[in-house]
Each structure stands twice: as structure tokens, then as C-alpha cells.
């Protein structure tokens, strides 16, 4: 194997060497301003909403589940007691 010069440029990598790099992140970091995380606090907040409000739906509709399953149960019965009787006709 050969140790060819690559060329990252392309793949938009930046080597930077030593410590300029570490210099160049905390310039950055200290450019993010407030506005980004009060936007990604409401952007989760919003999310907590919707989740909060799919669970309690999801609570609701399970226990409506469970009262159909009652029912049909009950008409299961109450239609085999009819089909007996007509049987004994």
C-alpha cells in the first residue's frame, strides 16, 4: 500500500492542525446565540404536548376496547341462548 496524498475537500472535511481547531469549535459554540435552544425547548415541549395527549388517547381508547369486548362477549352469549332455545323448538 501506497501513502498517497487524499484530498477531503470533497467529503467537506476540515483538518485543521494542532490547536486550530479546537480554537475554531469554541468561536462557533460561542456564536450559538439563545434563539436556537428556546426554539428547540418549544419544538420539545411541543412534542411532550402531542405525546402526552397520545398517550391519554391511547388510555381512552384501550378501555373503550375493553368495554366492546365486554359487549360482544355478552351478545355472544345472549345469541347462543337464543339459538339454543330455537334448537329445543
Known amino acids: 500500500m501506497s501513502a498517497e496524498p487524499r484530498n477531503f475537500s470533497q467529503l467537506w472535511l476540515d483538518f485543521a492542525r ?3 481547531y479546537n480554537a475554531t469549535f469554541r468561536k462557533e ?3 450559538v446565540d439563545n434563539d436556537l435552544f428556546e426554539t428547540l425547548e418549544r419544538r420539545v415541549d411541543d ?3 402531542k405525546y402526552n395527549a397520545l ?3 391511547h ?3 384501550k378501555e373503550e376496547n375493553q368495554k366492546f ?3 360482544r ?3 355472544k352469549s345472549r345469541f347462543d341462548a337464543i339459538i339454543g332455545r330455537l334448537e329445543g323448538i
Open 55 to 57: 398517550k391519554h388517547e
Open 69 to 71: 369486548r365486554a359487549e
Open 47 to 49: 412534542l411532550l404536548g
Open 18 to 20: 494542532g490547536g486550530a
Open 59 to 61: 388510555a381512552v381508547l
Open 73 to 75: 362477549e355478552q351478545l
Open 29 to 31: 459554540v460561542a456564536v
